[in-house]
């Protein structure tokens, strides 16, 4: 089993920048697909993007070229760059870990998920 916590979640204006990073513990990494996702108010959760074990990261078609999602197996942690920040991705942002995941967009491919983080973004 893996344990997620978030943070680096907050407040920001229009066209700012977040760094969102996930600590991990109880399981490497390395061993993982690991993906952020977002809820906003009244919306599904969707995945924001994706680091594969063995491939590159993907994102969604709303978060690229904003966003990078990067992994430090050393320490065990996952971050997700935010650029040029918009209000639509005001959300409360997610960690999330799965193993054997086919379907790297979908909630129900990940078995472990962090508390999650705010993120707001004012107009």
């Known amino acids: 089993q893996v344990q997620l916590v978030e943070s680096g979640g907050g407040s920001v204006q229009a066209g700012g920048s977040l760094r969102l990073s996930c600590a991990a513990s109880?399981?490497?990494?390395?061993?993982?697909?690991m993906a952020w996702f977002r809820q906003a108010p009244g919306k599904e959760r969707e995945a924001v993007a994706v680091i594969y074990i063995y491939a590159g990261p993907k994102y969604a078609d709303s978060v690229q070229g904003r966003f990078t999602i990067s992994k430090d197996n050393a320490a065990n942690t996952l971050d997700l760059q935010m650029n040029s920040l918009k209000p639509e991705d005001t959300a409360v942002y997610y960690c999330?870990?799965?193993?054997?995941?086919?379907?790297?967009?979908?909630?129900?491919?990940?078995?472990?998920w962090g508390q999650g983080t705010q993120v707001t973004v004012s107009s």
């Open positions: 999330a870990a799965g193993r054997g995941v086919m379907y790297a967009f979908q909630t129900a491919e990940y078995n472990y």
């Open positions: 109880g399981s490497p990494v390395s061993t993982y697909t």
